[in-house]
């Protein structure tokens, strides 16, 4: 899940690093000096800049709240979280809507560096009219295992398949956005008996075809690393404060998403962005015949269109188009749940879980 999150800070990482040099040649010079060479009309430090001003103007640029207007991280509903231990394998974290006669199961596998309540807050309530939700926390994500072994994808696909049998759920709609593309398909080829579709949402089918995607992605995972350590907090309060800007009515969970957002163990975030640019399934993508819709982010900065087309036709997926970047579940949230609630119907029908009938009768997506 990271699209504008990812790309936001790339331009601020340039903008941070030449305030710096600008800084740096104050000290020698004695004065301030623009990135274009001339000197401004007012120094910095002057009598007539009311004190205190340019830490309030940081703060309004980064999305920062000020001193006492901080509230409690109060979450949007969700549904109920518990730890489920998988027996040989440790303990995860999920959110399950709970088990109903004759309703089958979608799992949730959520996107590099956030958790399954940060990427699907918005869909949860759609899809649990229909459909049993769970959503597990990967790796080091979230509230995620806690394991000192190395992350990889393959590990999170079996804590996945060590899930699906531990509650008896029978095969599932295996819905990956992002980092849970690749971990559904690995899910879908190594434990076939409990999948019974894929969604695929703002993902592709191998991240390392060129250099230049090998070189982005290890810069993403060191941005990303510095961000954890806390050497980018501004960064995710600039992309919290974009996330309200554009979509209102989520700003009173704001306090919520920054503390959500910020879960997570830095060295298992950074091997998980590391395992997916080394993930490529071209090689076995064939063997998976099961029914398939691809999501297609058509404004993505991240996985880009034409790679998620490749994945649909690898797949033999229909595509269902969504106006956006890569953050689209948190910024169009409308367009995402509903794009989501018609993708999983459609896999769920093609699949034989249920009937034409018994959507119609639930209302169709908008």
């Avoid at 971990?183 to 949402?201: C, D, I, T, W, Y």
């Avoid at 309060?237 to 700003?251: C, S």
């Avoid at 910020?262 to 950074?270: A, S």
């Avoid at 119907?345 to 009938?357: E, K, W």
């Amino acid at each position: 899940m990271s699209g504008d999150r990812l790309s936001g800070p790339a331009a601020s990482v340039q903008q941070v690093r030449a305030s710096k040099r600008v800084s740096g040649r104050d000290r020698r010079l004695g004065r301030r000096v623009t990135k274009s060479g001339h000197e401004p009309t007012r120094r910095f430090g002057q009598r007539q800049r009311r004190p205190g001003a340019g830490l309030q103007t940081l703060r309004q640029s980064f999305g920062k709240p000020e001193p006492g207007e901080i509230a409690p991280p109060l979450p949007p509903p969700l549904p109920p979280g518990r730890i489920v231990l998988l027996p040989g394998r440790g303990e995860v974290f999920v959110r399950d809507t709970g088990p109903r006669p004759g309703v089958p199961t979608v799992l949730l596998l959520h996107g590099w560096t956030a958790s399954a309540a940060l990427n699907f807050f918005l869909c949860y309530a759609e899809l649990a009219q229909r459909y049993r939700v769970l959503a597990i926390d990967h790796r080091g994500h979230g509230r995620g295992m806690r394991s000192l072994e190395r992350f990889t994808l393959e590990d999170c696909a079996d804590d996945a398949a060590a899930l699906l049998h531990e509650l008896g759920t029978g095969p599932a709609i295996a819905l990956g956005y992002s980092l849970g593309g690749p971990v559904s398909m690995l899910l879908a080829h190594r434990h076939p008996e409990v999948v019974a579709g894929l969604v695929q949402q703002a993902t592709a089918l191998e991240w390392r075809a060129s250099r230049y995607e090998r070189v982005v992605w290890k810069w993403l995972t060191l941005m990303e690393a510095g961000l954890r350590l806390g050497t980018g907090e501004g960064f995710v309060d600039r992309a919290m404060a974009q996330a309200v800007r554009q979509q209102p009515e989520i700003a009173q969970w704001r306090p919520w998403l920054d503390a959500e957002f910020r879960r997570g163990l830095t060295r298992q975030l950074v091997d998980s962005g590391r395992a997916l640019s080394e993930y490529d399934a071209r090689p076995w993508v064939s063997q998976l015949s099961m029914p398939a819709v691809v999501c297609l982010t058509t404004r993505d900065k991240l996985v880009r269109p034409t790679k998620q087309r490749q994945l649909a036709e690898a797949l033999g997926a229909e595509v269902i188009e969504m106006t956006g970047d890569h953050d689209i579940c948190l910024i169009h949230g409308e367009q995402y749940s509903a794009a989501t609630r018609a993708a999983v119907d459609n896999v769920a029908q093609r699949a034989g879980l249920i009937t034409p009938a018994r959507v119609s009768g639930l209302g169709s997506a908008s």
